[in-house]
């Protein structure tokens, strides 16, 4: 598995910047445009590139609290999603029927468990992600620093086939399904 870096939000917007031909900065507030794009375009791609892919790194686990208000729909119950939620990967393998608004879950089941992709801090961001992050954070930037839609696609597709490369990464941290011994298709194998 790749190593951490202990990145800070500021370490993968300069280095998107340097990307695409800018100076880096310090601080988000610094008085220039980088600080004033960066400052404003760094936080929604950032959590945006977080839910294309069940990262395992960014993924938790909680029992949903049950609301005692009953919903004014369909939905027999209703759930507090986690503070720190941003999408949902999974909930109880036997729910197929429920539905979020805003910060709840709605069900007719009694209890949840929802897997769930939250924002972690940069510090904890895997090398792979980091740098899918910089080349996207860039292909975003661009266009308002460099005026340059052309290195603003460039750097799209750059991110886009490190995507790629880095939900695979991500992906083999999961291991594999075994099948179970007493599995007729390896029973028939002896």
Do not use: C
Request: zero cysteines; proline letters at 5%; hydrophobic letters at 40%.
């Amino acid at each position: 598995m790749s190593s951490v870096k202990n990145y800070t939000s500021i370490d993968l917007a300069s280095n998107a910047l340097l990307l695409i031909g800018e100076e880096t900065i310090s601080s988000f507030t610094d008085d220039s445009t980088a600080a004033l794009v960066a400052a404003n375009l760094y936080e929604p791609t950032f959590e945006a590139l977080l839910t294309v892919h069940p990262w395992r790194f960014a993924s938790s686990k909680a029992t949903l609290s049950r609301l005692t208000a009953t919903p004014v729909n369909q939905w027999d119950y209703a759930f507090q999603l986690p503070a720190d939620f941003l999408v949902a990967q999974h909930v109880d393998s036997d729910i197929m029927n429920y539905q979020i608004y805003g910060s709840k879950l709605y069900s007719n089941q009694t209890s949840i468990v929802l897997d769930y992709t939250f924002k972690p801090d940069e510090s904890l961001l895997p090398a792979y992600f980091a740098e899918v992050l910089e080349y996207k954070l860039a292909s975003v930037f661009a266009i308002p620093i460099t005026e340059s839609a052309t290195k603003g696609e460039y750097y799209a597709e750059l991110a886009e086939k490190m995507l790629t490369k880095a939900k695979q990464i991500d992906s083999s941290a999961t291991p594999s399904i075994v099948p179970n011994e007493e599995s007729p298709l390896i029973g028939g194998r002896a």
